[in-house]
């Protein structure tokens, strides 16, 4: 038996030494397609938060968005919050005109532009460097806050809303 899985091994390698042109690998097959949640402005997902969650210092947290509403709402629709009795740990939100990303964490509030408003799904990654945070959109770095996760208590974690205000319309998945 070893000795046939050899001779295949051999005979492997023999045709790879064969091939003229070499060979691109792909990590992902494209066009990729992230599990995504539909919120339609009426609902929104809340949990307990898990210990994991507690990043304190250090950690990165990334996500897929597309903003679906055609007029402001008159509010910035939520992408998720951590919070609790005080205030968000931390917080994203797309402004009611599409056109930034809201960063919330404690007592402190910031925009990023970004245009969400072309129906496209947007790929957002944030890394939380104790005093700092690294916001990239779409794999480019478009802004780093002078701030990280506040240091408040967090006794809910709502995807498509900021506990239960300020819903979301349209998809947020791969959390």
Do not use: C
Not at 29 to 34: I, N, T
Not at 98 to 121: H, M
């Amino acid at each position: 038996m070893v000795f046939h899985t050899h001779k295949l091994v051999v005979a492997g390698l023999a045709l790879l030494a064969a091939v003229p042109v070499p060979v691109q690998a792909q990590a992902q097959e494209a066009p990729y397609a992230p599990v995504m949640l539909t919120f339609d402005g009426t609902d929104a997902l809340s949990y307990v938060p898990s210990s994991a969650m507690d990043i304190d210092g250090a950690g990165t947290m990334e996500l897929w968005v597309r903003a679906a509403w055609q007029t402001n709402p008159g509010y910035d629709p939520a992408i998720l919050s951590y919070q609790g009795p005080t205030g968000p740990r931390m917080a994203l939100v797309v402004t009611g005109d599409a056109k930034a990303l809201g960063v919330f964490a404690g007592r402190f509030y910031e925009t990023i532009p970004f245009d969400f408003a072309d129906g496209q799904l947007h790929h957002i990654a944030l890394t939380f460097l104790a005093d700092e945070t690294l916001v990239m959109i779409d794999g480019e770095v478009r802004a780093t806050l002078g701030f990280g996760m506040a240091d408040l208590p967090a006794d809910i974690f709502t995807i498509g809303a900021l506990g239960e205000f300020s819903p979301f319309i349209g998809e947020i998945g791969q959390i």
